[in-house]
C-alpha cells in the first residue's frame, strides 16, 4: 500500500509520516508535492498547521492542488487540521477561499469580551479536550467516546451539512471537530500528537475501505 503524506511546506510532515510507518509498518508512507506521487498512492493524508492564507497559497505553489483534489474525490483520504480546513468553502482568516469540496466556512472562535462563553478562555485552543463521536464510524473503530485529543487551533469547521459532522469538541462553544463523508475523514486535532486513540485513529484511517 502506498500512502502520500502532501508535503507543501506546512505540518507536522515527519510526525504524522513517523506515526503512520507505526501504525502501517509493510506500507510505503511517502511525503510529497509530486502530483504524480499523489495520484499513484492508494491513501492521501494531508496534515497542516499555521495559518489558512498560507496553507492555501502554498498548495497552489507546490503544484499539488489538482491531484489533492482528485484524491479527496475519489481515494481514502484524511485531512488533519489545517489539512481539514481547506476541504470547506471559505475560512475567515484572511477571507480566504478553500478548495470547496465540502460545503460551509471556517470561522474564529469568538473573543471572550463579545461572547460569553469565551469568557475566560484563551484563543488558540491549545491541549488535550475530549471529543464526542456524533454518529459510527470505521475511524472511531476501538477509540471509546469521550476519548481526549490534541488541539491546537484558533479556527473551527462550520459545516453548511449537519449531516458531515463525525464528532463534536466543547471549547467554550460546542464546536464540530471531525467531519466525514464518502472516502473523506477530516479532523481539526491531531492524531500524530495524540497518543494511543490519535495512533487507533491512524490504524483505522489505514484499514479503511470506505
Known sequence: MKIA???YGMGNLRSVSKALERVAPQA????TADPEAIRAAERVVVPGQGAMPDCMRQLAASGAREAVIEAARS???LGICVGMQMLFERGEEGDTPGLGLLGGRVPRFPDGK?????AGLKIPHMGWNEVSQVRPHPVWEGIPDGSRFYFVHSYYP???ASAITAATCAYG???????????IFAVQFHPEKSQDSGLRLLSNFVQWRP
Do not use: S
Not at 510505503?28 to 511525503?31: G, L, Q, S
Not at 463579545?114 to 469565551?118: H, L, P, Q, W
Open 114 to 118: 463579545t461572547d460569553e462563553k469565551m
Open 158 to 160: 462550520q459545516p453548511a
Open 173 to 183: 462553544l460546542t464546536f464540530t471537530c471531525a467531519v466525514a463523508r464518502d472516502n
Open 75 to 77: 481515494k481514502p483520504f
Open 5 to 7: 503524506v502532501l508535503d
Open 28 to 31: 510505503e508512507v511517502r511525503v
